[in-house]
């Protein structure tokens, strides 16, 4: 059994909700060595996901939950920017930037020096806070889409849960010791579900902002952080 018959049915729901008009339907579905689960690229108009992380962590789950998975990534391919996949290379860019300049070759003033690596601190810092604020923002626009899209075509009635349940398992996954390959597992977890405490959003937080989507006499909450943080 080659790789595209173990992924036929992972293939098969993506055709499906492009079928519906949920995905768009020139965007691709394409297994890549080098994405560490599964992601949105907007840049490369295609859904990119790892196939050792989809059959370890998603190859056993509902057509349900595999739909609001491929949809939540479709929503960052819809709504995600170019702009934040590049923040993280702004300070490469900036470094190669300063120490080609002249003052920062041997003999230059140490004043021009001291402030050229302050500043360079400083966008490093900044470029970073503002790409997990920014991704922060983004979890909450896919989870949308996809629990908006599971009520509208699907009739499924609390798409919070399925956030909830596929979360859950994916956090106990990480504290399950494997013999092989153990420590890629967290690595590729980070990848797309995971991030720093400070920048994202908590599974209570996705959870209740989801079912609070669907009540139209509740507007948008206000940003809370609890403990476990995951999803990028």
């Not at 402030?115 to 626009?141: G, K, Q, S």
């Not at 908006?148 to 979360?167: E, F, S, T, V």
Request: charged fraction near 25%.
């Amino acid at each position: 059994m080659n790789a595209a018959d173990r992924d036929s049915r992972l293939y098969r729901i993506f055709r499906e909700l492009q079928e519906k008009g949920l995905i768009d339907r020139k965007r691709r579905l394409v297994r890549c060595t080098f994405t560490f689960s599964l992601r949105g690229c907007p840049a490369l108009n295609c859904i990119r996901y790892r196939r050792s992380f989809y059959e370890r962590n998603l190859s056993r789950a509902s057509d349900d939950t595999l739909r609001f998975v491929l949809l939540h990534e479709e929503g960052h391919a819809k709504e995600g920017s170019s702009f934040v996949s590049t923040l993280p290379a702004l300070p490469v860019l900036l470094c190669l930037m300063l120490f080609g300049h002249p003052s920062l070759q041997e003999g230059g003033p140490g004043g021009i020096k001291f402030v050229f690596i302050a500043l360079l601190l400083l966008t490093v810092f900044f470029a970073y806070r503002t790409y997990y604020c920014r991704m922060c923002d983004e979890e909450f626009t896919a989870d949308r889409y996809a629990a908006d899209a599971m009520r509208c075509c699907y009739r499924i009635k609390d798409p919070g849960a399925l956030l909830q349940n596929l979360l859950s398992d994916l956090l106990a996954g990480t504290s399950t010791p494997r013999r092989t390959g153990s420590g890629d597992l967290p690595q590729m977890i980070s990848g797309l579900f995971c991030s720093k405490p400070d920048h994202c959003p908590s599974i209570a937080e996705r959870v209740e902002r989801v079912r609070d989507a669907a009540d139209p006499e509740v507007g948008d909450p206000t940003a809370r952080r609890t403990g476990s943080s995951l999803w990028r």
